[in-house]
């Protein structure tokens, strides 16, 4: 097959982008297993989470057998104003290497929230304006799920209120401006606003927060609020739903210029993106109709799925979640301070463990600098500069890329570029300046 | 004609894309006045450019009669690595407004150095290596010409000294870190690498620093570097030439769709975007073939067009540039320090000054809280965070399409967006928390 006519950036037409979700877990034998209530230890129903989340949510949660999901005509308006995202073909890279791959990546990032979060942020605040609902509650840490969800409910006319880690708001002030700017209510983590904030701040007032804390603040705030829920940017099964329109968009394309990826690869924290971005060709590889390789990079500091165990284990630090059966470090697990980014997650989502527990996926580690020295390598040869959590993605394409170098393989290889790193520039200032550590 | 069909977002398919500039002043019959030497008072010469200016960019900056100029290749191949930019129906924003006038705007702030200035930084690198140069040196004040420059030289090949602000480069460490990251050197001005700026310091060692002096400290490295040449992002008319693809590329697109519009709007610092956004309307305009409004839009703190004089007048602070004729407030004028963004220079274009000073060109000032109202508006609703420079041209472009509601007229208006704001937050962070002032 020729591939020379595929434009440095692709942008799928209009009347060409997808209309429904792909639910992956319907092309899998053997389904992930089912939540768990953490007091029963019975598989979780729609009762049982209909004081947090949306309705609609609940739904594809906890639907494992439609194959594809429509897109409401409502998010898919909201859908057009960031979307398409480029499909980029790395001719720059690919010479700067001087390796036979072809490597392509889509890049995610061209919203305001810098990444691809707005996807699932997007159906989640539509679906609480159809549930009649005023108000959602959420956490944010790293900054790019709360500038989407606050993208998301100015657009459709929500309150919104994040609880953004503490030491995060203080190190990102511009997070926090664009939070508020789109008119989201942001409250550093934790805080007096709740009684489990209150009892963090009594046992340690110097705290400077963590994840665990701000999902539990969020949580009861949301609980407590009339018409108002709780939504999750990532890890659970209608995240990775919403987010196939990744994937989607990439397989539309290259089948229009006949292309077959051979390997696709996609950093992974909890989960959404990499589940995202591989959906449609893991259902083929699922259906027998491939064999790409499909590969998910971790950070050496947060291995959930090359070292954790595969067992039922807490979402949250403070155990207040469904028990997930997932690839887990140990829901008390705290990666080193001095790592940056989005994948600090102790788990993974049920789906990608299930899959890779079936060898269907692979799964790969990075280290921090030798990550960074891809990113800025990156960003001076294709000119984007990539989200620390992207840069793993691009550090393991580099990786294959060279490894055709040697084998001679004329292999095509497709990455994720999950975001831009515009917010966040403080870990390049570490890098810049050496005093970056692995 | 119908224009339903326009996509929310359309971008140029690669083969349509524009293959050559356009020079305005080759379709104007009062040409802009020349430059003067500032000893002399004679016309300037390309020799006498030549010490500081690469030999192409002398060579379009004196070119007064050729209307299309070709794009060398090796710039069309780093501008496929950021273009097209999308030419954005504002379907949301008219929804919003209850307008009949149909709203496009020109998103020049996809690539990552957040707006138009890569446009010249691509060219100037380009023609840099080309005349086999080594190095280059610049200066920049709110930091999106230095951080294009860094790029741009970064993929050429090129060595860069980056002259900022010291006031700004202390405010916006994300600028910095962001230039520092594609292997540009960035000096804090004034500093002891130059004569001038060991003058300046010695006078007042706790200067905060100005673009006048950036400028004599970028261009005195560069005339004593060899193989080194200064570069300059706005102003010249050079400068406007590469920009013009900004404008052809949203010709190129209405015409597809039969769209002619009748109101272009851009702002206007040193009319670098102005002057490529108008191009090839103000070109029909000039034989005849259109009627289009063009309005420059001025902050209300440095209205150069709207109060300034129409004379020969320095392009710098120090007046050691040659004198150019434009509209301008006395090259001694410094708007208040609590203004922000890129339209802070004290003159004008010499060829949008002639256009303005012929009528062929309106222009209008905003008031910097109400740039800042237009600008959150439209970011909630557009989903886009406009920079500060940019919202000057929403302001009015709301202001025209609510003109349109009043007066029941269908109007189409075509704004342009030069970037984004991402790493300028600060003023929004003024914004946000009341302090901001006229």
């Not at 057009?80 to 995202?85: G, H, K, L, N």
């Not at 570029?417 to 790193?421: D, E, I, Q």
């Given at each position: 097959m020729t591939t020379k006519n595929f434009p440095q950036r692709y942008f799928l037409p209009e009347e060409e982008q997808p209309k429904s979700w792909l639910n992956i877990r319907a092309f899998m034998?053997?389904?992930p297993a089912p939540m768990l209530h953490p007091g029963t230890k019975q598989p979780i129903t729609a009762a049982d989470l209909e004081p947090v989340f949306c309705k609609a949510c609940i739904g594809q949660e906890l639907d494992?057998?439609?194959e594809f999901i429509p897109i409401p005509d409502g998010i898919l308006e909201f859908y057009?104003?960031?979307?398409?995202?480029p499909l980029i073909r790395a001719y720059f890279l690919e010479k700067a290497l001087g390796t036979p791959a072809e490597i392509y990546y889509k890049h995610e990032g061209t919203n305001t929230s810098g990444s691809h979060k707005l996807n699932s942020a997007a159906a989640q605040a539509f679906y609480a304006k159809q549930d009649g609902l005023t108000g959602l509650t959420t956490e944010t840490g790293a900054g790019q799920w709360g500038s989407a969800m606050a993208m998301a409910c100015a657009f459709y006319g929500l309150d919104l209120t994040v609880y953004m880690v503490k030491v995060s708001a203080e190190q990102k002030p511009y997070r926090k401006a664009l939070i508020e700017t789109y008119g989201a209510e942001l409250i550093p983590s934790p805080s007096s606003t709740t009684e489990c904030g209150k009892k963090i701040l009594e046992k340690d007032p110097n705290t400077s927060g963590s994840l665990g804390c701000a999902i539990s603040e969020a949580i009861e705030k949301a609980v407590h609020t009339p018409k108002c829920r709780y939504v999750l940017g990532s890890v659970l099964n209608h995240v990775l739903l919403h987010q196939s329109i990744i994937g989607l968009e990439c397989k539309i394309a290259f089948d229009k210029y006949g292309i077959k990826p051979d390997i696709i690869i996609g950093c992974a924290g909890g989960g959404s993106n990499l589940g995202g971005l591989i959906a449609p060709f893991a259902a083929e590889k699922l259906q027998g109709k491939s064999d790409a390789r499909l590969i998910a990079v971790e950070p050496s500091s947060c291995p959930s799925l090359t070292e954790g165990k595969f067992d039922y284990d807490f979402g949250d630090t403070a155990q207040t979640t469904p028990l997930i059966k997932m690839y887990t470090l140990g829901c008390d697990f705290i990666p080193s301070s001095s790592h940056v980014g989005g994948?600090?997650?102790h788990g993974m989502n049920s789906t990608i463990s299930q899959l890779y527990h079936d060898k269907i996926l692979e799964a790969r580690t990075a280290k921090q600098t030798e990550v960074f020295e891809a990113a800025v390598k990156f960003a001076k040869i294709e000119g984007i500069l990539p989200a620390p959590e992207s840069s793993h993605a691009i550090k393991i394409a580099i990786d294959e890329a060279m490894e055709c170098k040697r084998s001679g393989e004329k292999k095509t290889i497709l990455f994720g570029?999950?975001?831009?790193?515009y917010f966040d520039m403080s870990a390049y200032m570490q890098y810049n300046d050496k005093s970056m550590k692995d």
């Open positions: 034998k053997n389904k494992e057998t439609t057009r104003a960031y979307r398409p995202a994948l600090r997650y570029l999950t975001g831009t790193g």
